[in-house]
């Protein structure tokens, strides 16, 4: 019963891992038109250095709902990573 417990909670815990990573959620969401998030980014046409970190994520959130929209959770690492990279 122990192995099967670890066993679980290990598989369970990655798959929750997976969930929240960034690269792995856009990947998931946009990369079947989107392969590239470095080069998706710098096709967008504004100024990033003149936006706050904050205004950048909110601007991706609103995008990405408008675009296409993943669950409101993904949407929002999805927004935080990419503002980043931004």
Same mark, same amino acid.
């Given at each position: 019963?122990?192995? &099967?417990l670890?066993v &679980?909670l290990?598989?369970?815990?990655?798959?929750?891992l997976a969930e929240?990573? *960034?690269?792995?959620l856009f990947a998931?969401?946009?990369?079947r038109?989107?392969?590239d998030? =470095?080069?998706?980014?710098?096709?967008?046409?504004?100024?990033?250095?003149?936006?706050t970190p =904050?205004a950048?994520?909110?601007w &991706?959130?609103? &995008?990405?709902?408008?675009?296409h929209?993943?669950d *409101?959770?993904s949407?929002?690492v999805?927004? =935080?990573?990419l503002?980043?990279?931004?």
């Amino acid at each position: 019963m122990r192995v &099967f417990l670890t066993v &679980f909670l290990t598989i369970w815990s990655g798959a929750a891992l997976a969930e929240t990573d *960034p690269a792995q959620l856009f990947a998931q969401s946009c990369g079947r038109c989107h392969r590239d998030a =470095e080069r998706m980014v710098a096709k967008i046409d504004w100024t990033a250095d003149t936006q706050t970190p =904050e205004a950048r994520r909110d601007w &991706f959130d609103d &995008f990405i709902a408008t675009h296409h929209s993943p669950d *409101p959770d993904s949407r929002a690492v999805i927004a =935080e990573w990419l503002a980043g990279i931004a």
